[in-house]
């Protein structure tokens, strides 16, 4: 019974405001005939015509309203876009009424003398004045009614009074679940200054955010800049931490365009806000050709890069999705996950160890990919510095077995997941990722295909990483485990990550390797004190830090390129291109018998191969060769060598 009156509400009050309506459309003809003839000191013609006017007017305008939509509108919730429906509407009838009263009644006799102008002009004004009246009135009280104020809200200052902080300031009044009042705005732009936005005042810049914390007595701080850099958050999470206030902030934009949160959610501040840049920016129309209607195999399927490309690829509506990985458990998962998503989307589980040779050639035979992103591999710098043969086997002899299937198989487009540290590593894994490199760099000269290499940095929340490491520790109450004062990575977030590599895959020709501008280089105890202040701490008082050491196989700082390489623009400003260096005469044949050897020779035999293979190999932690200011640099000339290399 309530649903059914609930559902016709809105019927029910149109009936009345049409009925409203005519009576003020009478009401402002006789109001507009009061003031002209001074107290309705009308001749008998005068009145003869007030009344033909009004009568006639009145259904012309309330068929106007009704051909406008007035009367299909819920006023309690109305918008610009119900404002402009009603200007339109007023505009369109008091024109009719002009007409009629000045030419139409005279003309068809209808009235003994012509309605004055200045009546057509008093009545358009006072009947629009009544027309808006009511539904102003039905705005004002729901809104009165939805805006609230209870004993126990936190009340909050919102640090951007823009688009997003007027969203988020009106779902802080009208929502009572978030548990937060705003009470002050503050804005850097000092135009806004004194201004209100929601009758809430700007009082201020994000440097005046611990004075106004003070003076209004908040708890809480609302971050509504959702594209602000990385430097801004900052700023503002320390003033707040320094003022002992609660952070709250916007999903980025990002996140919002691809559906995964909400432009009025609120969270708590994270470590990828804090090292937020500007959006990526993807050319979808090239990485769309790359799979749309195609069959796209992934290798590492289940892992944090592979299942990240899983979710984006799927979005581009492949023919057919090959998610291959050697854990059943994180396959079984993603493809959970793809096809609750995407119910449609035909999605083909391989389990599989990249090392099986026979298994490769019987998977890429039977699906045949068009593009194929290679993703596996064992990414542990320490551990694979105990595990020699597996980081071999795995990430050599297993990227040799998918290139090799690729080959045989007609692939089109192959994309290799590297890292940065294949560049003068320092480490097992970093040797065996840049020999993965010249595998894939050897099968694309030798065959002519599009196969290429994609480099990047550490990358945000993927499993094992830095970040998770530290929120266990932090929740364990500490120390934070920083391994060097000066220990510094690049960082990006695992769905920026992958969007590059997609757009790598489209722009290579064959043999090359891009590499992700990931920004200023962070230093890791910033990370480690970034990250126990967001998590309401403050270090060195409730959460101790203490320097463990460089491990086997780290170094201080991680590079991007070799010396004998060029980093070279490309049509995308977060990719660049290293021009592609030569192979080796008998290398791959050298890689085989390195790979061979894994069966009979010791770690140590097998270093000292790897050494030889990879003749920047270093035993030392090392500075970088291209610095921050060198892709400054890249930005402005267009090119750049390596500082070794000069």
């Keep these: 019974?309530?649903?059914?009156?609930?559902?016709?509400?809105?019927?029910?009050?149109?009936?009345?405001?049409?009925?409203?309506?005519?009576?003020s459309l009478l009401i402002a003809v006789a109001l507009a005939y009061g003031l002209r003839f001074d107290g309705f000191q009308l001749t008998p013609?005068?009145?003869?015509?007030?009344?033909?006017?009004?009568?006639?007017?009145?259904?012309?305008?309330?068929?106007?309203?009704?051909?406008?939509?007035?009367?299909?509108?819920?006023?309690?919730?109305?918008?610009?876009?119900?404002v402009e429906r009603m200007v339109i509407g007023v505009s369109i009838a008091s024109v009719c009424s002009?007409?009629?009263?000045?030419?139409?009644?005279?003309?068809?006799?209808?009235?003994?003398?012509?309605?004055?102008?200045?009546?057509?002009?008093?009545?358009?004004?006072?009947?629009?004045?009544?027309?808006?009246?009511?539904?102003?009135?039905?705005?004002?009280?729901?809104?009165?009614?939805?805006?609230?104020?209870?004993?126990?809200?936190?009340?909050?200052?919102?640090?951007?009074?823009?688009?997003?902080?007027?969203?988020?300031?009106?779902?802080?009044?009208?929502?009572?679940?978030?548990?937060?009042?705003?009470?002050?705005?503050?804005?850097?732009?000092?135009?806004?200054?004194n201004l209100r936005l929601h009758e809430i005042p700007v009082v201020g810049k994000i440097a005046d955010i611990g004075r106004v914390a003070h003076e209004l007595d908040v708890g809480a701080i609302v971050i509504a800049i959702p594209s602000a850099p990385g430097s801004v958050i900052r700023r503002i999470v320390q003033a707040a931490a320094d003022a002992g206030l609660k952070t709250r902030t916007l999903p980025p934009l990002s996140d919002v365009l691809s559906g995964r949160a909400s432009p009025s959610s609120l969270r708590?501040?994270?470590?990828?806000?804090?090292?937020?840049?500007?959006?990526?920016?993807?050319?979808?129309?090239?990485?769309?050709?790359?799979?749309?209607?195609?069959?796209?195999?992934?290798?590492?399927?289940?892992?944090?890069?592979?299942?990240?490309?899983?979710?984006?690829?799927?979005?581009?509506?492949?023919?057919?999705?090959?998610?291959?990985?050697?854990?059943?458990?994180?396959?079984?998962?993603?493809?959970?996950?793809?096809?609750?998503?995407?119910?449609?989307?035909?999605?083909?589980?391989?389990?599989?160890?990249?090392?099986?040779?026979?298994?490769?050639?019987?998977?890429?035979?039977d699906c045949r990919p068009y593009a194929v992103f290679h993703a596996a591999a064992h990414k542990h710098v320490p551990l694979m510095e105990e595990n020699v043969v597996e980081a071999i086997t795995n990430n050599i002899h297993g990227t040799t077995n998918?290139?090799?299937?690729?080959?045989?198989?007609?692939?089109?487009?192959?994309?290799?997941?590297?890292?940065?540290?294949?560049?003068?590593?320092?480490?097992?894994?970093?040797?065996?990722?840049?020999?993965a490199e010249r595998v894939v760099q050897h099968a694309a000269v030798a065959h002519g295909r599009n196969f290429v290499s994609v480099r990047f940095g550490n990358v945000l929340g993927s499993r094992g990483s830095v970040v998770p490491t530290f929120f266990r520790q932090i929740r364990a109450g500490g120390p934070v485990l920083v391994t060097h004062p000066e220990m510094r990575r690049y960082f990006m977030t695992i769905p920026e990550s992958v969007q590059l590599v997609l757009q790598a895959g489209t722009l290579g020709l064959g043999g090359e390797v891009f590499v992700l501008d990931m920004g200023e280089p962070v230093k890791i105890i910033d990370l480690a004190t970034d990250l126990i202040r967001l998590c309401g701490y403050e270090p060195g008082k409730d959460i101790d830090i203490q320097f463990t050491g460089i491990r086997p196989g780290e170094k201080l700082y991680e590079e991007m390129f070799f010396h004998e390489e060029h980093a070279l623009p490309t049509n995308h400003p977060k990719l660049l291109r290293a021009k592609k260096a030569g192979i080796p005469d008998g290398l791959m044949r050298r890689i085989e018998r390195l790979v061979v050897a894994t069966d009979t020779s010791d770690e140590s035999e097998l270093r000292d191969m790897l050494v030889a293979l990879v003749p920047d190999f270093q035993r030392e932690a090392t500075g970088s060769d291209y610095t921050a200011r060198d892709v400054i640099q890249l930005r402005r000339t267009g090119e750049f060598r390596s500082n070794s290399a000069s």
């Design 45 to 82: 013609a005068d009145t003869a015509t007030a009344i033909a006017f009004a009568l006639t007017i009145t259904p012309t305008a309330l068929a106007v309203f009704i051909l406008t939509g007035l009367y299909r509108r819920i006023w309690s919730y109305a918008s610009v876009a119900e």
């Design 268 to 365: 708590d501040v994270q470590i990828e806000d804090l090292l937020r840049r500007e959006p990526v920016k993807t050319d979808l129309a090239a990485v769309r050709n790359l799979a749309k209607g195609r069959t796209v195999l992934i290798t590492g399927a289940g892992g944090s890069i592979g299942s990240e490309l899983c979710r984006q690829l799927a979005q581009l509506e492949p023919a057919r999705l090959i998610i291959l990985g050697h854990g059943e458990n994180s396959i079984f998962d993603i493809q959970a996950e793809l096809l609750t998503s995407h119910p449609k989307l035909n999605v083909m589980p391989a389990i599989a160890d990249v090392r099986d040779q026979k298994r490769m050639h019987a998977i890429f035979d």
């Design 1 to 23: 019974m309530t649903a059914k009156t609930n559902a016709r509400a809105p019927e029910i009050r149109s009936r009345y405001l049409l009925l409203l309506d005519a009576a």
């Design 402 to 435: 998918v290139v090799n299937a690729a080959i045989d198989a007609g692939v089109e487009h192959f994309v290799l997941i590297s890292t940065d540290k294949a560049v003068r590593p320092t480490s097992i894994m970093g040797a065996t990722k840049r020999l």
């Design 98 to 193: 002009a007409v009629i009263g000045l030419v139409l009644l005279p003309m068809t006799g209808l009235s003994p003398v012509r309605v004055p102008i200045s009546v057509v002009a008093l009545d358009a004004l006072l009947s629009g004045a009544l027309i808006v009246a009511p539904r102003l009135f039905f705005r004002v009280r729901t809104w009165h009614g939805r805006r609230r104020r209870r004993d126990d809200d936190m009340r909050a200052i919102i640090v951007g009074a823009g688009a997003a902080g007027h969203m988020i300031a009106k779902e802080l009044l009208t929502n009572q679940k978030l548990g937060m009042y705003p009470v002050a705005f503050v804005d850097d732009d000092e135009r806004k200054n």
